[in-house]
């Protein structure tokens, strides 16, 4: 997968489309992200003890990389990964200003 943790990126599809974020996880098997403030749920959570009330919170969940275009680090444009190999390691590079990111 071309994202990985620590990259940001920009949503280009679905409610959050045009925010962005860093990514705090990535699910090889399921091509998915998990990205800071993307994708938020309510989740109702039930009372611990009688007379309590449940309380509302927001969890983050993992939705599908191809619906996130990462940030490049270097030009700040919104790009497509390549690969270039050097040294028989694999690098990713921007694919808009050609440079390592
Ligand atoms: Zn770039």
Redesign the pocket.
Known sequence: MKIKKGDTVLIISGKDRGKTGKVLKSFLQEEKILVEGINLKKKHTKPKREGEKGQIVEIILPFPVSKAKII?T??Q?P?RIGYILKEKKKFRV?K??R?E?
Request: proline letters at 0%.
């Open positions: 490049c270097r030009c444009k790009t921007c808009k200003c440079k990111i």
